[in-house]
């Protein structure tokens, strides 16, 4: 017998595990979206993902050498007057030799208008530090929009990170979650309610 037909159900099992794990997950993400839905009275506007990809795609891309930014397969879009809230893939390359970060990865967000001249991309800790993505380095204190929204994340309590970016009158944040099971319902509330507060005060 040889190697290949000795390594070929070792494979097959492999994928059919990932395949098994990505589509649970899949229906968990439904339905997480579903149950905030019906919590927060949202309506589901599945015929607007499309719009909303090529929103995503055209104001919040990214340029440089070994960077890139998009994002593919928005589902599952819940929306009030302002804020939608869907679950998508990022696909995100900031040019680190030294990042851990996967380049695709599903996510569960959170977008809305904003001012044209925002120009941010940065994540907010827990413990409140701040650090900026894009540009690397950027010093946020001196930005003005910063400086707005910076006290409503200093008192937002929140156990995992948020990643909030805004480009060419577009934002976008979302949870980081450290657990393997992915964001919870309250996530999803703060992710809500931080929205609408960072949409009153730019």
């Not at 070792?10 to 968990?28: C, E, I, P």
């Amino acid at each position: 017998m040889s190697w290949n037909i000795m390594i070929l159900p070792v494979v097959a099992s492999a994928f059919l595990a990932v395949g098994g794990y990505n589509a649970v997950s899949t229906l968990k993400k439904q339905s997480l979206i579903k149950e905030f839905a019906k919590k927060n009275k949202l309506v589901f506007k599945n015929k607007e993902t499309k719009i909303l990809e090529k929103k995503l795609n055209k104001k919040l891309a990214i340029e440089g050498k070994g960077k890139m930014r998009s994002f593919i397969k928005v589902k599952d879009l819940v929306k009030d007057d302002e804020i939608s809230v869907f679950r998508y893939i990022e696909l995100l390359e900031l040019g680190k030799e030294d990042s851990h970060e996967k380049p695709h990865r599903p996510r569960i967000g959170a977008s809305f208008e904003v001012p044209l001249d925002i120009d941010l991309f940065f994540t907010a800790g827990k413990e409140g530090e701040f650090v900026s993505l894009y540009p690397e380095g950027k010093l946020l204190p001196a930005d003005i929009y910063f400086q707005k929204i910076r006290p409503i994340l200093e008192d937002y309590s929140r156990e995992n990170n948020v990643t909030i970016s805004f480009r060419r009158g577009r934002a976008l944040l979302h949870i980081n979650p450290k657990t393997k099971c992915g964001e919870s319902i309250e996530d999803l509330q703060s992710l809500l309610d931080l929205s609408r507060k960072i949409k009153m005060a730019v």
